[in-house]
T-cell receptor, first 116, second 115 residues
């Protein structure tokens, strides 16, 4: 069975601070995909990143960076110099790598509040 | 591209009434997913279709829930009869993955309130 754990339910930071959102996953598959989605107060789910299980290179996109460590089954997300607009619920998700399409298994999410 | 379109955006209904949620996936996508979001359970998969065929409906909570995908451009999720515990945000998502792990694109969601 697949499982995603986001231990941090809520985080509050002051603007311009760096913040890391933790994600730990469980799967018996040897190949899989990991994702992060953002859900702002307006409610939609916005895709941020996808990572293939055999690509452990870290990725940076502007103020966002992701640290994938297969040895610890973790896929953590760091926001550098946080801004008020980063306030949202962030979801980590996992899917199987299969010949067909498979659904995402989501963590419970981490609510990030950035205070001005 | 208009993205995944869900209707209605908000629905308030009385307990016992039938509710139908609608979803139009992105044109060309071959998989469609229905998720439900609640505070207690988070985002949980209800059912998904590949090429209009239901693959896994084990997440559908009870027989009161049913879903159909009559063609590649339309799907419905029906609750009959509705109960207050069905109150949640229902998301539809689609993808053209074919095993490549492409991200799922989500609709805006339908906020259902059963009173």
């Amino acid at each position: 069975a697949q499982k995603v754990t986001q231990a941090q339910t809520e985080i509050s930071v002051v603007e311009k601070e760096d913040v890391t959102l933790d994600c730990v996953y469980e799967t018996r598959d040897t190949t899989y995909y990991l994702f992060w989605y953002k859900q702002p107060p307006s409610g939609e789910l916005v895709f941020l990143i996808r990572r293939n299980s055999f690509d452990e290179q870290n990725e940076i996109s502007g103020r966002y960076s992701w640290n994938f460590q297969k040895s610890t089954s973790s896929f953590n997300f760091t926001i550098t110099a946080s801004q008020v607009v980063d306030s949202a619920v962030y979801f980590c998700a996992l899917s199987r790598r299969n010949s067909g399409n498979t659904p995402l298994v989501f963590g419970k999410g981490t609510r990030l509040s950035v205070i001005a | 591209d208009a993205g995944v379109i869900q209707s209605p955006r908000h629905e308030v209904t009385e307990m016992g009434q039938e509710v139908t949620l609608r979803c139009k996936p992105i044109s060309g996508h071959n998989s469609l997913f229905w998720y439900r979001q609640t505070m207690m359970r988070g985002l949980e998969l209800l059912i998904y279709f590949n090429n209009n065929v239901p693959i896994d409906d084990s997440g559908m909570p009870e027989d009161r829930f049913s879903a159909k995908m009559p063609n590649a451009s339309f799907s419905t999720l029906k609750i009959q009869p509705s109960e207050p515990r069905d109150s949640a945000v229902y998301f539809c998502a689609s993808t053209d993955d074919r095993g490549r792990g492409t991200e799922a694109f989500f609709g805006q969601g339908t906020r259902l309130t059963v009173v």
